[in-house]
Structures are given as C-alpha cells and as structure tokens.
C-alpha cells in the first residue's frame, strides 16, 4: 500500500509538472476572463484546460479513481468525496493572481484514500517551487525537506489570511475585524500570497506561521494540509475541532498553541458547504 502512494505521488507530481509549464506559458500573455460566483471570482481558458489535462492523464492511469475539481464543479459536477482513492484538484489556486502576472499561482493535486488525505502536490510553475508529501513521509520543496518554524508566540508571528473573492458586505466586515483583532494582539506582521495552497506552503516551509481564511474549498485546502502537517503543523476547524475539507474554512500553523490562540479572537463567517 506504501507502494501505491509512492507511485500515486510520483505520477502526480509529473502531471503536475507538465500542468505548470501550461500554466507558466499562458502567465505573461492576455488572458481571457470570465466570472464565477461574484465578480471577483475568476476564471480563464487555463484553468479549463489544465483541469482537463490534469484529470485526463490521472484517471488513464489509474481508472478507478475518482475526482474533485475546482472547474468540473463549477461545470455542475456534485462533490462526492468517498472511501474510493479521490483526487482532489484546483489547476489554477490563485486564479486572479493569475489573471494579474502576480506570480504566486499553483497547481494543487491532493489524494485522499478512505476519506483519509494521504498525499499532496502543490507547485508554484512561476516560481519552480515543488511542494510535495506523503502521509508519515515528512514534507519536501523541491526535494529539500521543510519543517514549520514551530512558533508558538502569536506577538513573534508573521500571519496569513486572506480577502477572498466574496463581496458581501457582511462577508468583508468579519473579515476586516478578525484581521483588526489578529493586528491587535501585536503581531510581527499580516501577510496575503493570494493562493491558500502556497500560503500553507509557506507555514510548512517556516517563512510564516499561521494562516486562517473563511469561504475557500476543498481543492484549495487538501493537498496543501498533507504538506503543512507533514512538515509539523497544525490543522484544525476554525470553530474548534479537526479540519474538515468541506466545512469552507480552515486555520492551521506551526503549533496547537498558535492555532488555539488565533481561533479564540476569531468572527466566524458562514458559507454553504461544500
Ligand atoms: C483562491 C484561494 C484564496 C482565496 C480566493 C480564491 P482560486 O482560490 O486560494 O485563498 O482568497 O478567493 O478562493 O479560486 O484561485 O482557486
């Protein structure tokens, strides 16, 4: 079974190469964009195909598994997510960074086996930076392996959140007053990649140490969890309790200590699940 998810990771990390070079060629030129939920919830001909690209070579390699897109989804496909091996994909995380040049963009592919995350690949074309894990394997960028920083003093950390696509004027207060109330504990400083996959990466590599946001799914969060625990972090559910990848929000850093800390001062924000 060891075996399995060695080969399945290394399969995926060659479809997510090839997926990078797709997204790297389309980054510098005129992209064509279109709308999805609100106005700022972007999407391009990119983020279709490679989608199609992605899911294509997995599933002639490995037909009986299923799989979660972000863009089969958006094309009415329902979220199913059971025991059955399930890869769980977002060709494009940061979409409208994307849509900017703005070079913090990344393939995500996660795998989940008995609903268990058991391996992910997220990977910043742009950048060349290939994050990959295996579940009790530890965490690597780029075959060097990454560890968070294991901050535990929330007035020592740099933290992560983000704005999201959502316009909702409820939506933008909560957010605005968790970010006043993260600043208002004297934090070192706040900071948004535009990507939750590579905010978590980053968590996982030590260069920050915490992240939390409302309102992403599954596709953003899965393959990006496996990387940030193995480099030993911490995931959890924002209200309390352990992450779950269709609850739509996720904090996660480099200790419990951290995280606990952080989901105390925190608005919760609804969204519908995924
Ligand atoms: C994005 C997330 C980001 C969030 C954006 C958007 P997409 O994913 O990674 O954290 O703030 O609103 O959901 O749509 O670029 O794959």
């Known amino acids: 079974e060891d075996e399995d998810v060695e080969n399945f990771l290394e399969t995926a990390v060659e479809v997510a190469r090839n997926a990078g070079q797709v997204v790297k060629a389309a980054f510098a030129l005129e992209k064509r964009v279109e709308t999805k939920s ?13 989608e199609k690209m992605i899911i294509g070579t997995l599933r002639e390699k490995f ?32 979409t409208t960074n994307f ?60 933290v992560m959140t983000e704005i999201g696509s ?19 504990t ?36 899965a393959a990006a969890a496996v990387i940030l625990e193995e480099a030993g972090g911490y995931c959890a559910d924002p209200r309390g309790g352990p992450l779950d990848i269709m609850s739509r929000q996720i904090i996660c850093g480099s200790s419990v200590k951290l995280v606990e800390t952080v989901s105390k001062l925190l608005t919760h924000i609804e969204y519908e699940r995924d």
Request: with cysteine; proline share 2%; glycine share 8%.
């Open 186 to 221: 004297g934090v070192h400083g706040m900071r948004s990649l535009g990507s939750a996959a590579l905010n978590m990466c980053h968590v996982a590599r030590g260069d920050s140490d915490l992240y939390v946001e409302y309102g992403i799914h599954c596709w953003d969060m």
């Open 63 to 94: 037909p009986d598994h299923c799989f979660i897109g972000e863009e089969s989804v958006a094309a009415g496909q329902k979220i199913e997510l059971t025991d059955a091996p399930t890869w769980i994909i977002d060709p494009v995380d940061g």
């Open 38 to 50: 609100s106005a700022a919830d972007l999407v391009t001909e990119t983020d279709q195909n490679v």
């Open 99 to 158: 849509v900017h040049s703005f070079p913090f963009v990344a393939v995500c592919i996660g795998l989940a086996i008995n609903k268990n995350l058991v391996a992910g690949v997220v990977y910043n074309a742009i950048l060349d930076e290939m994050f990959t894990a295996i579940k009790g394997k530890g965490a690597y960028c780029n075959d060097a392996q990454i560890n968070c920083s294991g901050q535990e003093d929330i007035k020592q950390s740099l």
């Open 166 to 184: 959502s316009r909702k004027v409820e939506h933008i207060t909560a957010k605005l007053k968790n970010i006043e109330d993260i600043l208002r």
